[in-house]
């Protein structure tokens, strides 16, 4: 999918402009969101009388809704890494792992166990050791799982992560890891409580997701990345070629995990608590949901999944009540079947379409030439019927 | 010889290995010691084995990775465990799924002109999902605040008293008009699944016969109906073994049929689409997993009392003394075994052998063995595989929830449970080779013994030949103990030990 020119992720900055303009616009909004928020939904009773105006719209952003909808927002920011960072898996490399948990769950205990009593690391030493334990931790279990393919990969990522998840839960580590019942209320340092300081935390976490973005659109972009997508869709051609795809997927690997642990990182500072929840399968699944509805094989595509699987989720708690999981698996069995390259993936295919459709009638006007139109519908050749991740 | 060497070497080379390991750790146990702990890992095995076999077939013929198999398996042992203990709840909802039935017969016969029609021809795909979704919220709209947890309460009978069921029950008028409303949903429903083109099968059927199902169905769910209180009592008033069978054989009717729908519904329209499939099979298993929390509760029950072959409460000699003593445990080398386990051992064996020469010896084995070496080719052939595919889902559906059944009085029902035995089938058949039906035996039996040893290990420590002090481990590692052994095979054996090399 992401073969066609005409995708943003593809464009470099300066020539394509326009096409940023969107990205940019939701950025912005996102920079200016905590006071907008504040300013509208925070409380107006937690603002101290006599403040100055600035304070009161800090004061303000701090409090209520404000509050409630940035703590969403976060939360929305650390699984967008995390189904992005499984999106260089499924959708760019067409490795289908159900480990990949393993990571998250990883990168959050590691922050949690190294500034835990036991340990206690400042922050920065902590999250540099969770960038190595993850890197490490991709580079042994890459070359372990990526020497089998396809489903059997999916079962030997599955069983690794299973290891981990049985791991966190022994009882010979409670005094690090606390078992079944996780650490909860470790010390994060003050000045990033996210309780006290919640609109801090935000901007580190959106500085955090951008950087993160990035960061994948400068991989899928490389040549290394380019790689990987000519594996994902034939892994036979490509080492052909003379491309050595075992190192290219190891990269694909190498490059998820770190993002994934980080990720999980981030997510234990927030919610300043660890289960053995976050190394589940179920993790997994969600992620794979995320993308999966977002769209496979786009950047943008498991950012929007994760959006609409939060969001989503939070309202059909508020509606349905304890019975919301079965409207959501229809809800996702729905979005498979209709939408099946997902919601970014099939907008793209039909914005495409228009496209053609409009060089056509250009065409017929006269005032198009013929090249562009066949080009028009060459790249819509590229979006064709083999979807992404199948192997 | 050479020739037997050459095609099974990694059969026997991991036979050998499993051999040593079983001799250096059971050197210093004693003989009554390590045959208990075998039988243990067997009666596992065979639990296993029956949602393995069904995984490994299923993947096998169709490429299907059925993430949802293990909620068919929970699903069993639920429906198992509501003939056996309360069958309320059986009366009140059977009749729904048989009008269900017969409309989506009647409508699957009569609903062929509606495909011929000009309109419908241009977005089938469209109409498809249209008509099913039609149905799908006539079902919703006509089991609306269906008291489903105050019809399935079990405190009452689990005590073994008689029940009052006249309250918790709707009135039959409220019965018949739900079960009118499901006949008129599953009319949508069957027009979707109506044949498109003269030569599927299906539409030249005999329009009397297509009729007389659909009224047998309805008279069926009628009489159900109607008969709901005497025939509970009628039910509660049979001999527990019998209704142990009963629970045996609707158990894993319920998951056949499940599987049967599920195939029909979400995976046939997506074959040559396998992550499709699976991403489908993994949103069946969030809704399933919650509509089985709904009606039976996220508590689960404690392990049911087994039928009366298997509750005097004395130690018979042998087997053979058992069936006339019908005692709890049989003594194996001086040491009590329950025998319901020697029931199970017995089971799996049973279907072991039973689905074996069903792939050997039959026609239809012989198209499934055909289909997975490729499926194409059969089709060819001029065979209709899309049926045996469906055939194949509702057998290994069958058998998994059968698996649950009997799994009931040995480890109680809960819903996580499903996500457990998944797992380890999942391994079983990882290990044993995808698709290979003996290889879902081998792997199976590897994982459960190796549990039942790991178990011990855990529980007693075991004295290995070269140390001076026991072993002992942590609990932990008698549950990654399968999923090592999963990994060293992989990694030694890719396919692996069954499997055929890419």
């Excluded at chain 2, 003939?83 to 409309?103: E, H």
């Excluded at chain 2, 409303?181 to 979707?192: C, E, K, Q, T, W």
């Amino acid at each position: 999918m992401t073969s066609s020119t005409t995708n943003i992720e593809d464009a470099p900055l300066k020539k394509a402009w326009p096409q940023w303009w969107p990205y940019l616009a939701v950025l912005a909004f996102l920079i200016l969101f905590p006071f907008l928020a504040g300013l509208t939904i925070g409380d107006p009773s937690a603002v101290e009388p006599g403040a100055g105006w600035l304070t009161a719209v800090a004061q303000r952003t701090e409090s209520g809704y404000a509050k409630f909808w940035q703590g969403m927002l976060i939360q929305i920011f650390i699984w967008g890494i995390f189904a992005l960072s499984y999106d260089l898996l499924l959708g760019f490399t067409g490795i289908l792992s159900f480990g990949h948990a393993m990571f998250f769950g990883t990168g959050a205990y590691a922050v949690a166990i190294l500034i835990d009593k036991h340990v206690s690391w400042p922050l920065g030493w902590a999250l540099a050791a969770v960038i190595l334990i993850s890197l490490m931790q991709s580079i042994i279990f890459g070359v372990l799982s990526l020497r089998v393919k396809g489903v059997y990969l999916a079962m030997v990522t599955l069983a690794f992560a299973e290891m981990f998840f049985i791991l966190s839960e022994a009882g010979d580590f409670r005094k690090y890891t606390g078992a079944d019942d996780g650490l909860h209320g470790f010390p994060v340092p003050d000045y990033l409580s996210a309780a006290d300081h919640r609109t801090r935390f935000y901007y580190l976490a959106l500085i955090f997701f951008v950087i993160v973005f990035l960061a994948a659109r400068r991989l899928v972009n490389s040549p290394p990345g380019r790689v990987m997508i000519a594996t994902r869709d034939n892994e036979h051609r490509a080492t052909t070629i003379g491309f050595d795809t075992f190192r290219y997927k190891l990269i694909a690997f190498v490059a998820a995990g770190v993002f994934a642990g980080l990720a999980g990182a981030l997510s234990a500072l927030y919610n300043v608590s660890i289960t053995p929840a976050l190394l589940s399968t179920d993790r997994t699944i969600d992620v794979l949901a995320m993308t999966i509805i977002g769209g496979v094989g786009t950047l943008v595509g498991p950012i929007t999944g994760a959006v609409i699987v939060q969001l989503l989720g939070y309202w059909l708690e508020r509606w349905f009540g304890s019975s919301w999981t079965l409207i959501y698996g229809i809800i996702f069995m729905l979005i498979v079947v209709f939408l099946p390259y997902g919601i970014i993936g099939t907008l793209r295919a039909r914005s495409l379409r228009l496209k053609e459709g409009w060089g056509r009638w250009l065409k017929l006007l006269g005032i198009k030439s013929e090249g562009d139109a066949a080009f028009a519908s060459h790249t819509e050749m590229d979006n064709g019927d083999q979807p992404p991740g199948q192997s | 010889m050479k020739k037997l060497w050459q095609n099974n070497r990694s059969l026997i080379i991991a036979l050998i290995i499993f051999l040593g390991a079983f001799a250096a750790i059971t050197q210093s146990m004693e003989a009554k010691v390590w045959a208990s702990i075998l039988l243990s890992g067997i009666t596992l095995a065979s639990l296993y084995f029956l949602v393995a076999s069904g995984l490994s077939l299923i993947f096998g013929l169709m490429d299907v990775l059925n993430f949802a198999h293990g909620s068919i398996f929970v699903l069993g042992a639920y429906v198992g465990l509501s003939t056996y203990a309360n069958p309320r709840l059986l009366f009140n909802t059977l009749p729904f799924f048989l009008s269900l039935g017969a409309g989506i017969t009647l409508a699957r016969s009569f609903g062929v002109p509606f495909w011929r029609l000009k309109r419908t021809q241009n977005k089938p795909q469209w109409f498809f999902w249209g008509l099913i979704a039609l149905s799908l919220v006539l079902i919703t709209l006509s089991l609306r605040e269906f008291p489903i947890r105050a019809i399935n309460a079990f405190g009452v009978t689990a005590v073994g008293g008689i029940v009052s069921t006249a309250e918790a029950q709707e009135p039959m008028g409220t019965m018949l008009l739900r079960s009118a409303l499901l006949f008129i949903s599953g009319l949508p429903f069957g027009i979707a699944l109506a044949p498109r083109e003269d030569y599927q099968e299906g539409s030249r059927r005999n329009p009397g016969r297509v009729l007389l199902t659909a009224l047998i169905l309805l008279i069926l769910g009628l009489a159900i109906l109607l008969l709901r209180d005497p025939g509970e009592k009628f039910m509660l008033g049979l001999s527990v073994d019998l209704r142990f069978v009963l629970a045996l054989v609707l158990g894993s009717l319920a998951g056949a049929l499940l599987g049967a729908a599920v195939e029909i519904v979400l995976i046939r329209p997506f074959y040559g689409n396998p992550v499709t499939q699976l991403v489908l099979t993994l949103g069946l298993l969030i809704a399933l997993t919650d509509v089985i929390e709904g009606v039976w509760g996220e508590e689960g029950h404690p392990p049911m009392t087994p039928p009366s072959l298997f509750t005097e409460p004395c130690r018979s000699e042998s087997l053979f003394s058992w069936f006339g003593e019908k005692c709890r445990s049989i003594d194996v080398l001086g040491r009590a075994f329950p025998s319901y386990r020697v029931f199970i051992i017995f089971l799996g064996i049973l279907v072991f052998s039973a689905v074996g020469v069903l792939l050997r010896r039959s026609r239809i084995g012989m198209i499934i063995r055909a289909g997975v070496q490729d499926s194409e080719m059969v089709q060819v052939l001029g065979i209709n595989v899309r049926r045996v595919f469906t055939l194949v889902f509702a057998l290994g559906s069958g058998l998994a929830a059968l698996g649950g059944v009997i799994a009931a009085p040995f480890l109680g029902v809960y819903p996580a449970m499903g996500g457990i035995f998944q797992l380890q089938a999942f391994i079983a058949v990882v290990i044993g080779g995808m698709g290979s039906y003996p290889g879902a035996a081998v792997g199976t039996l590897i994982l459960g013994i190796a549990r039942a040893f790991g178990d011990h290990f855990v529980a007693s420590g075991i004295e290995l030949p070269f140390l001076e002090t026991t072993l002992r481990g942590s609990p932990a590692l008698a549950k990654a103990s399968t999923v090592l052994i999963m990994a060293i095979v992989l990694l030694v054996k890719p396919a692996g030990i069954f499997g055929k090399k890419e």
